[in-house]
């Protein structure tokens, strides 16, 4: 079936420093979503990519959608310590089922 | 802002048990989903239900698993016979428009099966 999978599983970076995760799905995806996980929380929509090659951008986040739109990536620019969390992709395909990716857990120091 | 709504946030049952997880969805959505999230491992799709009826289901869903809209807002995941392995953190999910629009989620039920 449908697999989603992220790297790295996990991240420490000081406050600051950059941050990028990276999400391949093994089929075709329709679109692509991202999600944040507060620790002790629920997923979070942050936001949806449509169009092969897309990039959007939120405030320091930057999020592409590949070409082949197969993959994905999530940067973010001078991390801060309330961007602690684990951050997910999720996409769907031939049907309309969202698949979570295995997401990656951001830590960062102060 | 509107907000899913589940209860409980905790239930305990014993092996076997049945239990039911509610779930109040966004009033305008259509779309509603219940997902598995077992102790720090990703999120696991279980099943979307629209219009009345199950639109997709996971082979996680299997028989012991069954979803119901009771009312015009309630919508309940039911576990027919609890088994160790279903012990995880459960989230049930409203859309406006099918999986392609954004997913609101509750802040889940965590369920432990002794």
């Known amino acids: 079936g449908q697999q989603v999978m992220q790297i790295p599983q996990y991240q420490h970076v000081q406050e600051g420093e950059d941050f990028t995760t990276y999400c391949n799905s093994s089929?075709?995806?329709?679109?692509i979503q991202w999600y944040k996980q507060r620790p002790g929380g629920h997923p979070v929509f942050l936001i949806q990519l449509v169009k092969s090659g897309e990039v959007k951008k939120q405030k320091r986040l930057t999020f592409q959608f590949g070409e082949a739109k197969k993959n994905s990536s999530l940067h973010i620019t001078a991390t801060q310590t309330t961007d602690v969390g684990t951050y997910f992709c999720a996409g769907s395909g031939a049907t309309n089922k969202l698949i979570f990716g295995t997401g990656t857990l951001l830590a960062v120091q102060p | 802002e509107p907000e899913v709504t589940q209860t409980p946030s905790h239930q305990v049952t014993q092996m076997g048990q049945e239990v039911i997880l509610r779930c109040v969805p966004i009033s305008n959505h259509l779309y509603f989903y219940w997902y598995r999230q077992i102790l720090g491992q990703k999120v696991e799709f279980l099943v979307s239900f629209y219009n009345n009826e199950i639109s997709e289901k996971s082979e996680i869903f299997d028989d012991q698993f069954s979803v119901e809209r009771p009312d015009g807002s309630n919508f309940t995941l039911k576990i027919r016979s609890t088994k160790l392995e279903d012990s995880a953190m459960y989230f049930c999910?409203?859309?406006?428009?099918?999986?392609?629009?954004?997913?609101?989620f509750g802040d889940g039920t965590r369920l432990s099966i002794l």
């Open positions: 999910a409203s859309s406006y428009g099918s999986s392609n629009q954004p997913q609101h």
């Open positions: 089929t075709t995806l329709s679109n």
